[in-house]
T-cell receptor
Framework: SQTIHQWPATLVQPVGSPLSLECTVEGTSNPNLYWYRQAAGRGLQLLFYSVGIGQISSEVPQNLSASRPQDRQFILSSKKLLLSDSGFYLC?????????????FGSGTRLTVV | GQSLEQPSEVTAVEGAIVQINCTYQTSGFYGLSWYQQHDGGAPTFLSYNGLDGLEETGRFSSFLSRSDSYGYLLLQELQMKDSASYFCASNNAGNMLTFGGGTRLMVKP
């Protein structure tokens, strides 16, 4: 079965510090991978998606970046965090084509920038 | 652009039936999905409607009308554990999802 791991679960970082969030998927090959951000009580905002190794598409201009160094690894980074980067970050994977199984989300990272 | 509208909050009592509506304006629309998210947790997939009509999965049903750009999630025999946020999402080309703002469902005893 497919599983998705995301860590850390919570993170408190000072403004201006770097960020690295990691997500790995097991049990599937060549998945679509996504990074979403969710502000408290709000919907999910797509930040980045990837259809393959080294292929990253950005949906929202910001000081965040993403990389996919391996087929089942997706990393979200920042060189210098801003207060506005606080939020709940979710990694997700899906099949390449629309399926009746939907997206599978990781357990999320709650980031607080202080 | 892509946009989905759903009510921000719905309250119902245990054992009742509740319907959460979703209207959408998206390009390259393939279908409508629904996700459930408990406080502090990750969204989990509930259902997908690729065709018009009703899809039933246990106590949950989802409906889509492409001509009306409208869908809904129907929850029957509500239980306290159904208290959560529910998101509709449009499936677009390349299996991309655009989410609505979410509906917070509160189930009262």
């Amino acid at each position: 079965s497919q599983t998705i791991h995301q860590w850390p679960a919570t993170l408190v970082q000072p403004v201006g510090s770097p960020l690295s969030l990691e997500c790995t998927v097991e049990g599937t090959s060549n998945p679509n991978l996504y990074w979403y951000r969710q502000a408290a009580g709000r919907g999910l905002q797509l930040l980045f998606y990837s259809v393959g190794i080294g292929q990253i598409s950005s949906e929202v201009p910001q000081n965040l970046s993403a990389s996919r160094p391996q087929d089942r690894q997706f990393i979200l980074s920042s060189k210098k965090l801003l207060l506005s980067d606080s939020g709940f970050y979710l990694c997700a994977w899906s099949a390449l084509t629309i399926s009746r199984e939907g997206y599978t989300f990781g357990s999320g990272t709650r980031l607080t920038v202080v | 652009g892509q946009s989905l509208e759903q009510p921000s909050e719905v309250t119902a009592v245990e054992g009742a039936i509740v319907q959460i509506n979703c209207t959408y304006q998206t390009s390259g629309f393939y279908g409508l999905s629904w996700y459930q998210q408990h406080d502090g947790g990750a969204p989990t997939f509930l259902s997908y409607n690729g065709l018009d009509g009703l899809e039933e999965t246990g106590r949950f049903s989802s409906f889509l009308s492409r001509s009306d750009s409208y869908g809904y999630l129907l929850l029957q025999e509500l239980q306290m554990k159904d208290s959560a946020s529910y998101f509709c999402a449009s499936n677009n080309a390349g299996n991309m999802l655009t989410f609505g703002g979410g509906t917070r469902l509160m189930v009262k005893p």
